[in-house]
């Protein structure tokens, strides 16, 4: 790699570290360490190809996304997250920000390796079904029937979600409308 091309790797590395360490953190089911690991090897795939990389922030999270389904096929252990010390109740009574984190990070982890990623895909990332479906390689009603799948698991592994959406019981009835003569 000559000069020129290693000051463009180092910048895009730079300003867009972050934003894949996150979608890596959710791909792990919340074990940043884990996270960091597959981040830097996937940027050392991408160095190897750089000055061929058209799209490199897409080249790296496709890296990150097949490094993450071979990982979860060698079927290494859940590990446990350790944190100092349990997050703190709001005061009003509901859940903290920290405390629904570490709940969706829970719930998300419990998930099968395929349905998180096509959550993170399709909701974190805001992918289109057919760039999810690309990326996985599968078919776009594969991706939505996992999606619709994957969400109702993860209401029922984790109920206190539902606090940050209204709920259906919730919602008003509908008005009652009356036709309308539509005359030409």
């Known amino acids: 790699m000559d000069a020129e091309s290693q000051d463009r790797f180092r910048?895009?590395?730079e300003s867009r570290s972050a934003a894949l360490l996150r979608t890596a953190v959710l791909l792990c089911g919340g074990d940043r360490h884990a996270a960091e690991d597959q981040l830097q090897t996937a940027l050392v795939k991408v160095a190897g190809r750089w000055s061929r990389v058209e799209d490199p922030?897409?080249?790296?999270?496709?890296?990150?996304y097949r490094q993450q389904i071979s990982w979860w096929r060698l079927k290494w252990p859940r590990r446990e997250v350790a944190v100092a010390e349990p997050p703190e109740r709001a005061d009003d009574g509901g859940e903290s920000a920290a405390e629904l984190r570490?709940?969706?990070?829970?719930?998300?982890?419990?998930?099968?390796?395929?349905?998180?990623s096509v959550l993170v895909l399709r909701y974190y990332e805001d992918l289109p079904e057919a760039d999810v479906a690309r990326i996985l390689g599968c078919s776009v009603g594969t991706v939505r029937s996992t999606a619709h799948r994957s969400l109702a698991r993860l209401r029922s592994l984790a109920p206190e979600l539902a606090a940050l959406g209204p709920a259906v019981a919730e919602a008003?009835?509908?008005?009652?409308?009356?036709?309308?003569e539509v005359r030409p």
């Open 172 to 180: 008003p009835p509908p008005r009652d409308i009356s036709p309308v």
């Open 11 to 13: 910048e895009f590395v």
């Open 57 to 64: 922030e897409a080249y790296v999270r496709q890296v990150l």
């Open 102 to 116: 570490v709940v969706m990070r829970g719930a998300l982890a419990r998930l099968t390796p395929r349905q998180r």
